[in-house]
Every structure is written in C-alpha cells, then in structure tokens.
Nanobody
C-alpha cells in the first residue's frame, strides 16, 4: 500500500491549492479516504472524509465551506481543493486510508504573506 501526496507549497492568505494523493497497492475504489493535517505544536486534525464511491463527504468545522474533497477512482487519486487559505491552515497534510491505518508522507502547506 502506498500513498503519495503532492500539491503543497507556499501560498498567500486568500489563495488556493489543490492537493493530490496518488494511491497504489490496494483497491482504491473500495475504501473511504481522509485528509489529515498536523501543524507544529498542534494536535493532528481530521480535515475531510470521503466515502469509497464519493457519495458522502464530511469536513472539519475549521475548513467547512473552504475545502472540497473529491476522488477519481479510475485514476486512484484523492484530491483536496483548498480555497480562501488562512495562516492557520499551515500544516503538513496527509492522506490516509482509515480502515487500513496507512498514510502518506505528507505535503507541506504554508500560508504566508
């Protein structure tokens, strides 16, 4: 099982980023997926959840209305569209298969002016 995140970077407040998570080694379409984030000195936070078929999504209150999780099961890829980014969105973002307990290496998102 392998998960590889990409798309992070440095962005100004109010900007947007689209994170991707390429999955391999398991039947991606069978599993719900999540995005987590870990900021320095803060607890790990569940950002978003998406069901295996994409039919159900949930978001942390801190990102609700600003982020959108999606997936392309044909491409074995998970996405997180992040808009109206704020300073406190700065963190390492991970994708994770909750049932398998597997996550990627993370991608750094830094919001700074």
């Amino acid at each position: 099982v392998q998960l590889v995140e990409s798309g992070g970077g440095l962005v100004q407040p109010g900007g947007s980023l689209r994170l991707s998570c390429a999955a391999s080694g398991f039947r991606f379409s069978n599993f719900a997926m999540t995005w987590y984030r870990q900021a320095p000195g803060k607890e790990r936070e569940l950002v978003a959840f998406i069901a295996s078929n994409g039919g159900n999504t949930n978001y942390a209150e801190s990102v609700n209305g600003r982020c959108s999780i999606s997936r392309d099961n044909a491409k074995n890829t998970l996405y997180l569209q992040m808009n109206s980014l704020r300073f406190d969105d700065t963190a390492v973002y991970y994708c994770k298969v909750p049932v398998l307990g597997v996550r990627g290496q993370g991608t750094q998102v830094t919001v700074s002016s």
